[in-house]
């Protein structure tokens, strides 16, 4: 059975997540300005929508795998549309802080969620279809600042363009409530929790670490590029043209990554073999020509990481892939508090350079356990 409409609508939805995390970091000053809020305030705020984004998916990964996606996706919907709603009627930090944590909540297990729902209906395509939907998340990231701009030439009432969301969010959280798909549930009776019996498993507790390592780096990089570039030159426009080709070559990186199937343990290992090339490239010369170069090899290198984790943790998990996505995700929130703060504070200390160098080191991580995955037959759980 084909469900070629709800990959397409999938899709779409994915690309929505993009333009929204990146129209939410675009538009922070814009809230934090209106509500007359400082900087540790402002700062409050990014950490509610990663804390809600860590802890929703642990809890709704199990309880997608045990009650079923739909309810599971449509409530994250719900969750998402609730947080929206605080956040358009906050008269004060309190109530906006609340919204985006909700909002953080929802996103966090929506993305699970839906990468979850593409690996059930496309068992033979994994790869192509995780890729893809990757591949529209970066589009949407790539376009969520310029949507800003524009709409506040039109309208300097940032509420306004909440209110616009709501739409195609209440269009995705019927879709999913409503359309025609297959609601995995889990019907054998496991004592205790999925999740326990997961982190039991030595090859599973690597995937997770590399998560962690490659969502670190790959929004340490993006995080700390225009920071990096404005050390070696004094120029507004270099800096955004390397973060621009940062993201999109790694959205051209990741329509390559979706023409495999198979031995992606090895894809993984040669990309990471690729990135962290570009990045002694990028180190190695005091030229922001190279700088430029490098951070576009580095996008295409990372390209396809996450998507291919994903696809291996869904492969050797399949009766479990609600949890173990879920555990992924709530990596991927770890991977970009953690990674981001330390290559900040190796910056004050030294410089961007050695920021930037210190990325090699969970790029060797990666490399070394995917070398002992590739070995190893994992054990049942």
């Not at 961007?352 to 995955?373: E, G, Q, R, W």
Request: proline fraction near 2%; include cysteine.
């Amino acid at each position: 059975m084909h469900f070629k409409k709800v990959n397409s609508v999938t899709y779409f939805a994915m690309a929505f997540l993009g333009i929204y995390i990146t129209l939410y970091q675009r538009i922070l000053d814009v809230i934090g300005n209106d509500m007359m809020l400082n900087k540790t305030s402002m700062a409050l705020l990014v950490t509610m929508h990663f804390m809600g984004f860590l802890i929703s998916p642990l809890i709704a990964g199990e309880m997608s795998d045990k009650r079923g996606r739909r309810k599971i996706i449509s409530g994250a919907y719900a969750v998402f549309l609730a947080g929206i709603i605080f956040i358009l009627f906050s008269s004060n930090i309190y109530i906006l802080s609340i919204g985006i944590f909700l909002v953080g909540a929802g996103f966090g297990v929506i993305e699970g969620g839906l990468t979850t729902l593409l690996s059930d209906l496309n068992v033979e395509d994994e790869n192509k279809v995780i890729n893809i939907s990757q591949l529209f998340f970066t589009l949407g990231a790539v376009i969520g600042p310029f949507i800003v701009i524009g709409f506040l030439r039109f309208s300097n009432n940032w509420r306004l363009l909440y209110i616009v969301f709501l739409i195609p969010l209440a269009y995705f959280f019927l879709f999913y409530k409503k359309s025609e798909y297959p609601d995995k549930k889990l019907q054998e009776k496991i004592e205790g929790t999925i999740a326990a019996k997961l982190i039991k498993n030595k090859t599973f507790l690597l995937l997770c670490i590399s998560m962690i390592m490659y969502v670190g780096i790959e929004e340490g990089i993006a995080f700390w590029i225009t920071s990096y570039m404005k050390e070696m030159i004094s120029d507004e426009l270099l800096p955004t043209l390397a973060l621009s080709l940062y993201w999109a070559s790694m959205a051209i990186g990741r329509y390559f990554m979706s023409k495999y199937e198979s031995k992606l343990n090895e894809l993984i290992i040669m990309s990471s073999v690729f990135s962290a090339f570009f990045i002694l490239l990028g180190v190695g010369f005091d030229n922001y020509i190279f700088s430029l170069i490098s951070f576009a090899g580095i996008g295409f290198g990372f390209s396809g990481i996450w998507p291919m984790i994903m696809v291996i943790t869904g492969r050797r998990y399949s009766q479990y892939t609600g949890t173990a996505f879920g555990i992924m995700m709530t990596c991927c929130a770890l991977g970009g508090i953690i990674v981001p703060y330390i290559m900040g504070f190796i910056a004050e200390i030294y410089n961007m350079k050695a920021a930037l160098s210190f990325t090699l080191l969970p790029i060797l991580v990666i490399i070394s356990n995917f070398l002992v995955i590739k070995k190893e037959k994992s054990k049942p759980v």
